[in-house]
């Protein structure tokens, strides 16, 4: 298993996928051939996600960086795209890294200034999530956040990741991750696959990408060794924020 993530680490592209925050289904899966399309034009991302997600996106990103961001807090954003939530935590006083893979995304969020007054500093590197264990040190930040990575990840690759966050995080060290998950139950979530399957085939006809919805996400970081897992759902139950935290040394 590590052999493929490890050729995926060399070539893996952390575009962002499209996700509504308290919109119908339909809305969001609608939009995902809108948002590769977006990828593809970075400078236009921010105002078509705000668009597509009817201004709600803003929303995710502060309530993600409420969960962590304080002053002198070290945080790692995974996935960051044009910054957004990376900006986000770093206007509470954070320090934040924020890494993304896409060049053109990190030039847009390179544009970006934080407001007057924000104490926090912000470094953009070009870098995958696959390669984080490459460039930093075993518990290097106070937190990690990543929100709409995870779904463009194999599943081996998302045991990987949160592997290699759990031992980049401080003791105590917080998680929170935001993406499309799929409904609990066999019902809604086979018709969460069956209203999704034109959207993939469209999208990839389009981009030769494609994204999905991560499954048992609260498992997976669990069994990463992560504890105190918190999970918020929105909407119609597709869409999931999650924290979870390192555990002090000795537990």
């Not at 948002?35 to 597509?52: F, N, Q, T």
């Not at 696959?130 to 075993?138: G, M, P, S, V």
């Not at 399957?197 to 999208?203: G, R």
């Amino acid at each position: 298993m590590k052999s493929s993530v490890n050729h995926r680490r060399r070539s893996f592209n952390s575009h962002r996928p499209s996700v509504r925050y308290g919109d119908s289904r339909g809305d969001a899966m609608s939009s995902y051939v809108f948002m590769k399309v977006l990828e593809s034009a970075p400078w236009r991302y921010d105002r078509g996600i705000r668009l597509l997600s009817r201004g709600r996106i803003d929303g995710v990103y502060q309530h993600m960086a409420g969960l962590v961001a304080a002053p002198g807090v070290r945080i790692l954003d995974l996935g960051c795209g044009t910054g957004g939530l990376t900006l986000a935590c770093a206007e509470r006083g954070a320090e934040v890294v924020g890494i993304d893979r896409n060049a053109g995304m990190l030039e847009v969020a390179r544009a970006k200034r934080l407001p007057g007054g924000a104490d926090g500093k912000v470094e953009w590197i070009e870098l995958s999530a696959l390669e984080i264990e490459d460039r930093f040190a075993e518990e290097s930040f106070d937190a990690i956040v990543s929100c709409l990575m995870f779904s463009e990840l194999a599943p081996e690759e998302q045991a990987y990741v949160l592997k290699t966050a759990l031992s980049r995080l401080k003791p105590g060290g917080l998680l929170v991750l935001a993406d499309e998950v799929l409904p609990d139950r066999l019902v809604p979530r086979f018709l969460h696959r069956l209203a999704r399957l034109p959207i993939v085939v469209i999208t990839y006809v389009l981009t030769q990408a494609t994204t999905r919805p991560v499954e048992r996400l609260a498992e997976r970081v669990r069994k990463a060794g992560f504890t105190e897992i918190r999970e918020e759902r929105s909407g119609p139950g597709d869409f999931l924020v999650l924290s979870a935290r390192k555990g002090h040394r000795g537990q």
